[in-house]
């Protein structure tokens, strides 16, 4: 009976860590009012590289974000609404300082998490990150995270 139970928790074990194996981000999609000015946004801003999509319809742009990641810039959204913090997408950079300096040349306004101040702002575990909003007003963080 030993057994059965050991070689059943095994099983169960394997079966769920191949599940959690399989699952990865696929893609993030944020709904704008302006697709050419958010293209440009992430882009230019981001230096993100626009890469086919199957629509061809004007109305998507896609980028790569990550080696197996997406993001979907999809036009139709009638306005632009306010978005809470809380609710951002966040990316790594080598020096949080020089990607401060680039949002900098291009007049692009950015703070710690209160936006009270442009200083990057240091979480308990030593990384710095900083945040501003794209034109729909999508939080974005940008951190130093080595992970």
């Not at 319809?57 to 959204?77: M, Q, R």
């Not at 401060?100 to 306004?109: G, R, V, Y």
């Amino acid at each position: 009976m030993k057994k059965l139970l050991f070689a059943f928790f095994i099983l169960t074990f394997i079966s769920a860590s191949t599940v959690k194996a399989q699952i990865h981000l696929n893609h993030i999609t944020v709904f704008v009012v302006d697709l050419e000015k958010s293209t440009a946004f992430y882009k230019d801003v981001m230096g993100f590289q626009i890469i086919p999509e199957p629509f061809h319809d004007n109305h998507h742009t896609w980028f790569k974000i990550g080696e197996h990641s997406e993001l979907h810039v999809v036009s139709g959204a009638k306005e632009i609404i306010a978005h809470d913090i809380n609710i951002h997408m966040a990316f790594s950079v080598p020096s949080v300082e020089d990607f401060a300096k680039h949002l900098d040349s291009l007049n692009i306004k950015y703070g710690n998490w209160n936006q009270s101040t442009k200083t990057p702002q240091v979480r308990p575990d030593g990384i710095k990150q900083i945040y501003f909003q794209d034109p729909d007003g999508y939080w974005i963080e940008v951190d130093d995270d080595k992970f």
